[in-house]
């Protein structure tokens, strides 16, 4: 099972890896031909008066008969060589514009293949759920879509070329050694099982030598690294020599570990030498054996010295492909895993209504599938297109649950939301975030310029909306400290920006847009109390109609708003108005009454403190 | 970004760098002088199977003489030998250098590293700094040990055939040479065409992996912006262009070899007419023929080697400059001379001329700025007797950490002095200073070791029990107590199995164990729970007492209780004095407890709402 979903991930290149499997078939059936016009060249020299003794041409040469009846048509001996020459010349260059397609059509194959593959991969996480990307890992994400890709589509493509290869070289070479000598043929394959099994065992071997050098390494990097982040406290307490000794040590025992596994190497590659070598003598000895019998003459001999070699090295990298093999199946699970999570838009609405932004919850319940306890219990409001409302609550009352549901980032399980009385559920989600323009609590920013972040979602968006994008969202003075303004670089591999010029951005990003419904998952805790104030006031002032809801810890914030929601454990505690909550006893007036009695509190202590100085 | 960029220009090579990379493996050179003769055996092996065939193919299948068989046979088990010894000796020395030069690259680097102060620290990236010590190590190393024996070998190789076909027969030897410089040229002319592709390829490979790292990264962000075809677009056109160039690679590489054994194949061609000729005339026999067509088949081995030595020497010029500018980066804080001689160097240190520190403090007129013209301190003056505690409040870049880092000599005053015991302190050691002087961070930086070697690192040669007595001073011996390996409790990366609480306490009670005169505290601005707060407080008593300190204040518990509080705004004290005396002139520091003071207390109230 696992080997099949391994060369599924091959599907589509079938008939690429056909064409390179038959160049390589066709280039090793072309090479092993090349010895057998020196062997033809050596018995045609061998039959001129003079140059050999006694009648020493024994057995056929096995080229194809075209080749053959033209090089004996003539008799001169210089026209017939002239002949060889040329006719192995021709082959030659056939032969290696056979080579160069192969190499291209094998590269183009491993390349496109693994292309292919990152894209699909790229495109698949990207549309895998929210809560998919709330639990995993960036870094084991890369490490899939990189190294697990280039062992799996390296092994689909290039060693799977490479077992071509090798069948075909073994096999042209057998061929044409057993038509000049059998003998021959039987004692060189013999040798065949040896060297296999011993190159499996050895590249077994070796792979679990190589984690063991992985592992000093890591443990030396560790010590590089601790000592790198510490300098302060390396430098602090003197101990600069006792960092060195400390690195030394990881140092060797990190060099010791690659001294150790490289004689293994050598003595493997040496012993591998070591047979192929004696093989040729093993050659050599038969061909004395039947020469002196006069059943094989000195030209089947090298020609036979010559084609022994693709029997004997090629079968020494069998233990690669082997261990490769092992390697890609790993990384190909890795990669199914991934695969095989459903996309999030496998279960998606299909209407896309122009949104006016009147929105209700009707007793909306949501858990995640693996916990019991529900983040929202039977929500039930409405809010009416244009309303500006405030969502307050403690840390894990669910604020930023409702947000997400709202975008669909969530499937809630129970109850309905509705948007302008249309079922979220049959909205086509992409259409549904387009319409919404969320800041979230940690923004992200693109490694691009300030520019094209604001203007990520409407590229073609003109340049004075972007302006003014920026004006509003309080971003102007920043960008005008940027060297580049506007054409700064940002996110991760350009200027770090503060928690609030991000926070400034992503406003801006969904400011340059009119859409009919705003959300601000606690972004404006970011900004000071003034930036927060100017935000919201040219939000009011932005004429056309829509909706806002503002997450929020500030109480003057959520004041302002036409409808308060205040929640407390997943539930729905109070909706109203400042004028009505503030009244209520409940959690929105002792925040309320807080800001006051710290004041008081304050002042308490100054007049203790100045009693006692005095 | 720059750091990343660089490894993309085509670097002409720099003598001076490559000098001292040859220090550097020479001190490998009795293996070096080895590997040379190991690979020089193996060309010597290589070029003598044509020979021997020749023997076999003249003497015994075409003469019939087979008296010397025996003979033949055991030199044939020789080479055989000779050849499984050669290789097994070439990758044994080859391997075993290659580990000493990456060992010795490092070892260097670290140890220059210990040396550099922070303003390196400062502008160089942690992870730049990894890269060098790790793969591009590894890469030159690699390139050097395994360089040298294709080197070797292959102009070896060259020199013995020529030699070998000059001896045997010169006028077919002229075939191999003019297709020699032939075959160089357009050798030399792939490979830099190759290795540019490359380069290429290399750079869309990590803009692809940056582009991965961001899509998961924003992923969420991407979703809620619906911006996913436009991701998917762009992604798919780097990952487009990187096997665009890759196959460029491919398609020239094997064009290349392709092309270099046409010409091989064609001097084979013309060595079998040529051949023919003076065979049938009987000047050179069949065997000799053989060889002269086995080695001009063989030769175009070595010229692939050469090539890729000099490509892969082109490619490793970067990491080698690279490294050797973390060898050779000299610190921009360094003792004068005198300095030296009296008190010894960081390595060597004269401890019996090391006059003890007690404790006052004095910085006169200094002056600092990290960037020209932006100074962060201007003439500053503040005096602080041995014992006091000072805490330094004000906001973000008002100078508090300057200070601490002019006072730690991470830094060095542009103009004016500090003076320790009313002496200036650039005329005594670094070491000296360091040696007396504790430091708390403000993010506790734990090894990954055992709880008892972490704050051994106070002092090192502290016994077990003065390590415990000192973890008791400051409470750490509460928690650790109740792990099951005690003090052996692995901490795991960065202390990341401890809470922060825990970890602040052990980098305490590091400090209690080297007894500092001087202290500097730099406090966690971070908020932690108001139980590990009490505990934090006592040991914060604890650390500072009986001893000069100097505190990068946060808390207000430890800004109430210090001796001398400094009120900094852009690098001037603002108010200066005790919390009495500064809450009742309602200045300033009135307004910043204030704000501090409705902080600590809301979020009390928060949680306990």
């Keep these: 099972m696992r080997v099949i979903k391994l060369f599924r991930l091959a599907k589509g290149f079938f008939v690429l890896f056909l064409i390179g499997a038959l160049l390589t078939a066709i280039h090793q059936w072309t090479y092993s031909n090349v010895p057998l016009f020196t062997q033809f060249l050596i018995k045609t020299l061998m039959a001129q008066p003079g140059i050999a003794v006694g009648n020493v041409s024994v057995g056929e040469v096995h080229l194809p008969a075209f080749l053959l009846s033209y090089f004996t048509k003539t008799q001169n001996v210089m026209e017939i060589i002239m002949r060889i020459a040329i006719s192995l010349m021709i082959l030659q260059v056939f032969r290696f514009s056979l080579r160069f397609f192969e190499m291209w059509s094998r590269g183009y194959l491993q390349e496109r293949m693994a292309e292919k593959l990152r894209i699909r991969l790229y495109g698949h996480i990207q549309d895998l759920s929210y809560q998919f990307h709330n639990n995993t890992d960036t870094g084991d994400l890369i490490q899939r879509s990189t190294t697990d890709v280039e062992s799996t589509t390296g092994f689909l493509s290039g060693r799977m070329l490479d077992v071509v290869h090798l069948l075909a070289t073994l096999f042209f070479g057998a061929y044409q050694i057993f038509l000049i000598n059998k003998t021959m043929v039987w004692v060189s394959l013999a040798i065949i099982p040896f060297v296999a099994v011993s190159s499996t065992i050895y590249f077994l071997k070796i792979d679990k030598i190589f984690m063991n050098i992985e592992l000093t390494e890591s443990k030396m990097m560790t010590v590089i690294q601790e000592n790198l982040s510490g300098t302060r406290v390396v430098k602090a307490f003197a101990n600069e020599m006792y960092e060195i000794e400390k690195m030394t040590n990881k140092n060797k025992e990190y060099a010791d570990a690659l001294i150790k596994a490289n004689k293994i190497v050598a003595v493997y590659w040496g012993a591998m030498d070591f047979i192929g070598i004696a093989q040729y003598l093993v050659i050599i000895a038969i061909g004395v054996y039947y020469v002196q019998r006069g059943l094989m003459d000195a030209a089947g001999v090298v020609a036979s010295l010559a084609l022994v070699g693709m029997l004997i090295w090629p079968i020494r990298g069998l233990g690669r492909m082997i261990n490769d093999f092992g390697k890609a199946l790993v990384a190909s699970d890795r990669i199914n895993e991934i695969l095989d999570k459903p996309s999030e838009y496998d279960d998606d609405g299909t209407q896309t209504p122009e949104i006016q932004g009147n929105i209700e919850f009707r007793d909306v319940s949501f858990k995640f599938e693996d916990t019991n306890e529900h983040l929202l219990k039977k929500v039930n409001f409405k809010i009416e297109a244009g309303q500006t409302v405030a969502i307050i609550g403690r840390t894990g009352s669910g604020k930023s649950t409702i947000i997400n549901l709202l975008l669909r980032m969530y499937e809630y399980q129970n109850g309905d939301i509705f948007v302008d009385g249309i079922s979220l559920r049959d909205i086509k989600k992409k259409h549904m975030r387009t319409q919404v323009g969320v800041v979230l609590q940690d923004p992200f920013l693109y490694s691009k310029t300030v520019y094209e972040n604001i203007a990520i979602a409407h590229k073609n968006a003109a340049k004075d909306r972007i302006y003014m994008a920026a004006e509003v969202a309080a971003l102007e003075k920043d960008i005008k400290t940027f060297k580049q303004g506007y054409e700064t670089i940002v996110g991760e591999k350009g200027t770090t920006l503060s928690g609030g010029q991000k926070q400034r951005v992503a406003i801006a990003r969904v400011l340059v847009s009119d859409k009919p419904i705003l959300i601000f998952d606690d972004a404006l805790s970011a900004v000071d109390t003034k930036t927060d104030t100017m935000i919201r006031e040219a939000l009011k002032n932005k004429n056309y109609k829509h909706t806002t809801i503002i997450i929020t810890h500030r109480i003057t914030t959520a004041r302002e708003a036409d409808l308060i929601i205040v929640l407390e454990q997943g539930k729905i505690e109070v909706i109203g108005t400042h004028e009505t909550l503030s009244k209520t006893p409940g959690l929105y007036q002792k925040l309320w009454s807080i800001q006051g009695k710290l004041e008081k509190e304050f002042q308490d202590l100054v007049k203790r403190g100045d009693s006692d100085a005095s | ?609």
């Design chain 2, 1 to 609: 970004m720059h750091h990343e960029e660089d490894q993309d220009i085509l670097y002409k090579v720099q003598l001076g760098t490559w000098k001292k990379i040859i220090t550097i493996v020479f001190k490998s050179k009795k293996r070096i002088m080895l590997l040379i003769l190991f690979s020089g055996f193996i060309a010597l092996l290589d070029s003598a199977f044509p020979l021997i065939n020749r023997y076999a193919i003249d003497t015994f299948f075409i003469g019939g003489d087979y008296s010397s068989w025996p003979y033949f046979v055991v030199v044939n088990i020789l080479v055989a030998c000779g050849f499984g010894f050669g290789i097994w000796g070439f990758i044994y020395q080859a391997g075993i250098i290659e580990a000493e030069v990456s060992y010795e690259l490092r070892r260097q680097a670290f140890k220059n590293l210990q040396k550099l102060s922070h303003t390196y620290f400062d502008k160089t990236p942690q992870g730049w700094i990894m890269a060098r010590m790790t793969s591009d190590a590894r890469k030159l190393s690699l390139i050097i040990s395994w360089g040298i024996i294709d080197f070797v070998w292959a102009t070896f190789s060259m020199v013995i055939i020529l030699v070998i076909l000059y001896l045997t027969f010169f006028k077919l030897a002229l075939i191999i040479t003019v297709a020699l410089p032939i075959m160089l040229f357009v050798a030399f002319v792939f490979r830099k065409l190759i290795l540019k592709q490359h380069r290429i390829a290399r750079r869309y490979n990590s803009q692809l992996t940056a582009q991965y790292n961001e899509g998961f990264l924003g992923a969420k962000t991407t979703k809620s912006l619906s911006i996913e075809d436009n991701n998917y677009f762009e992604f798919s056109e780097t990952a487009y262009q990187l096997k665009r160039y890759s196959v460029r690679a491919v398609i020239s590489s094997a064009l290349f070899s392709s092309i270099i054994l046409v010409i091989a194949y064609f001097a084979v061609a013309t060595t079998i007419v040529r051949g023919s000729v003076f065979v049938l005339e009987t000047i050179v026999t069949i065997g000799t023929l053989q060889m002269f067509i086995a080695y001009t088949i063989n030769f175009f081995e070595p010229v692939m080697a050469l090539s890729t030595i000099v490509s892969d020497l082109q490619n490793a010029q970067a990491s080698a400059e690279r490294i050797v500018s973390l060898i050779e980066t000299k610190s921009d804080l360094v003792d004068t001379k005198e300095v030296e001689e009296k008190y010894g160097s960081l390595f060597d240190d004269h401890k019996e001329n090391w006059e003890p520190l007690v404790g006052d403090i004095e910085f006169r007129d200094v002056t600092f700025y990290y960037k020209e013209n932006e100074n962060i301190l201007t003439n500053f003056n503040l005096k602080v007797k041995a014992g006091q505690s000072v805490a330094l409040v004000g906001h973000t870049g008002s100078g508090k950490t300057t200070i601490v880092n002019l006072l730690s000599r991470f830094y060095e005053p542009k103009s004016g002095a500090i003076l320790i015991d009313g002496k200036e302190y650039r005329d005594r050691s670094i070491h000296w200073l360091h040696s007396k002087l504790g430091y708390v961070l403000q993010s506790p930086h734990l090894f990954s070791t055992t709880v008892m070697e972490n704050i051994r690192y106070g002092r090192l040669n502290a016994t077990d029990d003065e390590v415990i007595d000192a973890a008791k001073i400051v409470g750490v011996d509460d928690f650790v107590k109740n792990m099951d390996l005690g003090y052996q409790t692995f901490v795991g990366e960065g202390g990341n199995l401890l809470s922060v609480g825990q970890k602040q306490l052990i980098s305490f009670s590091r400090a209690v164990l080297a007894n500092p005169r001087i202290l500097i505290l730099d406090e966690a601005t971070s908020s932690i729970d108001s139980e590990s707060e009490v505990i934090i407080q006592k040991a914060t008593d604890m650390l500072l007492n009986d001893r000069t300190s100097f505190i990068v204040a946060h808390r207000l518990s430890t800004i109430v209780n210090s001796d001398l509080i400094v009120m900094l705004e852009m690098g001037e004290i603002v108010e200066m004095g005790s919390h009495e005396e500064l809450l009742a002139k309602k200045g300033a520091y009135y307004e910043l407890y204030r704000n501090q003071f409705i902080k600590e207390k809301a979020k009390e109230y928060e949680d306990n709402l």
